[in-house]
């Protein structure tokens, strides 16, 4: 019985933040609609600039004329789930501003409840763009039912990874914000690197070096290798380094988050009032 209160106090909490941050998110619809049109408007150069390299190279790598529009179609959603790093920053400055933050940390919650309750605010208020495209995706380039459901689970991976370093990115913005702005620096590098637009194939080898060395490139790789090449076990077998870096960071970057918002939290408390 005990442990039924236990779950059912969490859910409340992680529910609670959910509602007020869709209630929130909904409220200003000319801006969430933006936010769902500006990730389509990077597809479009990606989109011109391949359609004429394509016309003196047959592929780059395993992207061919036939099936580019999928790398894009995944960079549109990849691109979606990315804008919950902004959702955490933006939650905590916003309780700051309205003075109710000592109430949400101080108080008995449970930081992965609040982790979860921004993670599905986010993930139903980018439903409709995420599925428009995860069916455009399907139309043009069908696959099995259960590469599609594979490729589900890898896209709610990401996710997941992306909600903890939201997280860090947020006790930031409330505790030490004037280290706020090397880290979103530092985050642009890495998704700069990390072909979201372009194939690798097309960057030089000093750039393909550094690519390289980028975590997030194997981990939206291997959502779109996994899509054209139909077939999860042996996009698991082909890519295994991929699928297991993906798979940990959904694990550990959550957990992490928590514990540095803890330290950070503790050594800092909240600054700017």
């Known amino acids: 019985m005990r442990i039924f209160d236990v779950l059912k106090d ?11 941050n869709v209630k929130f998110r ?3 619809k000319f801006n969430l609609i933006v936010s769902y049109i500006t990730p389509l408007i990077t597809l479009i150069m990606p989109i011109i600039i391949m ?26 959603n990849i691109n979606l789930l990315r804008s919950i790093m902004t959702e955490y920053p933006s939650h905590f400055q916003r309780e700051k501003y309205w ?4 109430a949400l940390i101080i108080a008995p919650f449970n930081r992965f409840n609040l982790l979860f309750g921004i993670f599905f605010a986010h993930s139903i208020t980018i439903f409709i763009p995420f599925t428009i495209f995860f069916i455009l995706c399907y139309i043009y380039y069908p696959v099995s ?9 890898l896209f709610f991976c990401v996710s997941l990874s992306f909600s903890g370093i939201g997280l860090i990115i947020g006790i930031f913005a409330i505790s030490k914000e004037k280290y706020l ?3 979103d620096f530092s985050i642009v590098i890495f998704f700069w690197f990390a072909c979201i637009s372009f194939p690798f194939e097309i960057f030089p080898p000093t750039l393909q070096s550094l690519i390289s060395l980028n975590p997030l490139y194997y981990i939206f790789d291997i959502i779109r290798l996994a899509w054209i ?3 999860a076990i042996y996009t698991i077998i082909s890519h295994p380094f991929s699928f297991f870096l ?8 959550p957990c992490v988050g928590v514990v540095i918002f803890n330290k950070i939290y503790r050594k800092y408390g909240i600054v700017g009032y």
Do not use: H, M
Not at 10 to 20: G, P
Not at 53 to 64: A, D, L, V
Not at 99 to 102: A, M
């Open 246 to 253: 993906l798979i940990t960071c959904a694990i550990t970057i």
């Open 99 to 102: 003075e109710t933050l000592p």
């Open 229 to 231: 090449e139909d077939d």
């Open 10 to 20: 969490n859910l409340s909490q992680i529910l609670a933040i959910t509602e007020k």
């Open 51 to 76: 359609g004429e390299f394509f016309k003196f190279n047959e592929n780059y790598g395993p992207w061919t004329r036939e099936n580019f529009l999928v790398y894009q179609f995944i960079a549109y």
């Open 181 to 183: 702005g090397v880290i």
């Open 145 to 153: 039912i259960f590469t599609a459901l594979f490729v589900i689970f």
């Open 26 to 28: 909904i409220r200003w």
